[in-house]
């Protein structure tokens, strides 16, 4: 997918399929980026943003919705604020239905950039996954791109979990269990910089405010563990990537990942977020079988492409 993602080539695999991106919860990279992943394969995108603009606020249910909006699309990305609500609106779709996040409980297609991410960039240090050490460091218990990427991970071998959180944000334990029950070692801590000392990765989280009953009580754990250029280079081994699935909360009293790191080579939030269109093209592909036709039907572009990759 990198030479179309790159605008080296072009392909129109999906020339005539209509993507329904529905985003009910705010959105930057997972809404575009799976709209540009859907574009570069030759498709349309139809978005619906926010309940306000559909019969779900005049009290449709995700049955009645999903039929419809099924009969309109070829695939249907939805995100919603309600943990399972997804899979209720894919059980009534005529059409495959991708999560792009549902509520604080999980969001696969950030598991499989951040994956496809972290293999990268390990081996690029002569590492893989297995016996990978990574540090999950904010808000695990309500962070869903921690949780899908917990569940991925969990598939290598002898991974080293270090789970660096205020107890009350911690990884809810069946989270916690299954990543043991699957053989990997769980370590838990409150305290950045011991966490962070022996890792590959660092995987720096926001504290999901929309998640906490009232903003007084999200914003008690705002700012515990920030880290920046300094604390990087006094703690952290060489080399050890730092990630993110951003929104990284830029506001003076969060400031998980500070502004200072952004010319650190080992800064990858970016080569994260790029990612994510290739992840969502091979998706794509692969769910509408596709994926064997897009090469024979390459075609070089004719405008001038920045270097992206
Ligand atoms: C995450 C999300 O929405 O869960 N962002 C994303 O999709 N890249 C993380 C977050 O909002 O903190």
Same mark, same amino acid.
């Given at each position: 997918?990198?030479?179309?993602?790159?605008? =080296?080539?072009?392909t129109?695999?999906?020339?005539?399929?209509?993507?329904?991106?529905?985003?009910?919860?705010?959105?930057?990279?997972?809404?575009?980026?799976?709209?540009?992943?859907?574009?570069?394969?030759?498709? =349309?995108?139809?978005?619906?943003?926010? +309940?306000?603009?559909?019969?779900?606020?005049?009290?449709?249910?995700?049955?009645?919705?999903?039929?419809?909006?099924?009969?309109?699309?070829?695939?249907?990305?939805?995100?919603?604020q309600?943990?399972?609500?997804?899979?209720?609106?894919?059980?009534?779709?005529?059409?495959?239905?991708?999560?792009?996040?549902?509520?604080?409980?999980?969001?696969?297609?950030?598991?499989?950039?951040?994956?496809?991410?972290?293999?990268?960039?390990?081996?690029?240090?002569?590492?893989?996954?297995?016996n990978?050490?990574?540090?999950? +460091?904010?808000?695990?218990?309500?962070?869903?791109?921690?949780?899908?990427?917990?569940?991925?991970l969990?598939?290598?071998?002898?991974?080293?979990?270090?789970?660096?959180?205020?107890?009350?944000?911690?990884?809810?334990? =069946?989270?916690?269990?299954? +990543?043991?029950?699957?053989?990997?070692?769980?370590?838990?801590?409150?305290?950045?910089?011991?966490?962070?000392?022996?890792?590959? +990765?660092?995987?720096?989280?926001?504290?999901?405010?929309?998640?906490?009953?009232?903003?007084?009580?999200?914003?008690?754990y705002?700012?515990?563990?920030r880290?920046?250029?300094?604390?990087?280079?006094?703690?952290?081994?060489?080399?050890?990537?730092i990630?993110?699935?951003?929104?990284?909360?830029?506001?003076?009293?969060?400031?998980?990942?500070?502004?200072?790191?952004?010319?650190?080579?080992?800064?990858?939030?970016?080569?994260?977020?790029?990612?994510?269109?290739?992840?969502?093209?091979?998706?794509?592909?692969?769910?509408?079988?596709?994926?064997?036709n897009?090469?024979?039907?390459?075609?070089?572009?004719?405008?001038?492409?920045?270097?992206?990759?």
């Amino acid at each position: 997918m990198q030479p179309f993602a790159n605008r =080296e080539c072009v392909t129109r695999v999906l020339e005539g399929a209509i993507l329904g991106n529905m985003f009910f919860e705010p959105s930057t990279r997972t809404r575009v980026s799976f709209g540009c992943a859907w574009n570069l394969l030759g498709g =349309e995108v139809r978005e619906t943003a926010e +309940i306000k603009t559909s019969a779900i606020a005049k009290g449709e249910s995700f049955y009645d919705t999903a039929r419809v909006l099924s009969g309109y699309s070829d695939v249907i990305v939805m995100r919603h604020q309600t943990e399972g609500s997804v899979e209720e609106f894919a059980s009534a779709s005529r059409v495959p239905v991708i999560n792009g996040g549902d509520g604080s409980n999980e969001h696969p297609s950030q598991a499989l950039l951040d994956l496809y991410t972290i293999r990268k960039e390990v081996s690029d240090l002569g590492k893989g996954v297995d016996n990978l050490r990574i540090a999950l +460091i904010g808000d695990l218990r309500f962070g869903r791109a921690v949780h899908s990427l917990c569940r991925l991970l969990s598939l290598y071998d002898s991974v080293h979990f270090t789970l660096v959180s205020p107890p009350e944000l911690s990884l809810g334990e =069946e989270y916690v269990k299954a +990543i043991q029950e699957a053989g990997h070692e769980v370590v838990e801590s409150t305290d950045l910089h011991d966490g962070i000392s022996h890792a590959d +990765i660092l995987y720096v989280t926001r504290t999901q405010e929309e998640r906490f009953p009232n903003q007084k009580e999200a914003e008690k754990y705002k700012g515990l563990f920030r880290l920046n250029q300094s604390i990087y280079t006094e703690y952290c081994e060489p080399n050890t990537v730092i990630m993110h699935p951003l929104p990284r909360d830029s506001r003076g009293n969060a400031n998980e990942l500070d502004n200072d790191l952004n010319e650190n080579p080992n800064l990858a939030i970016f080569r994260q977020t790029d990612n994510g269109v290739l992840i969502r093209m091979a998706l794509f592909s692969l769910i509408l079988d596709v994926a064997d036709n897009i090469q024979e039907s390459a075609k070089d572009v004719g405008w001038y492409t920045a270097k992206r990759f």
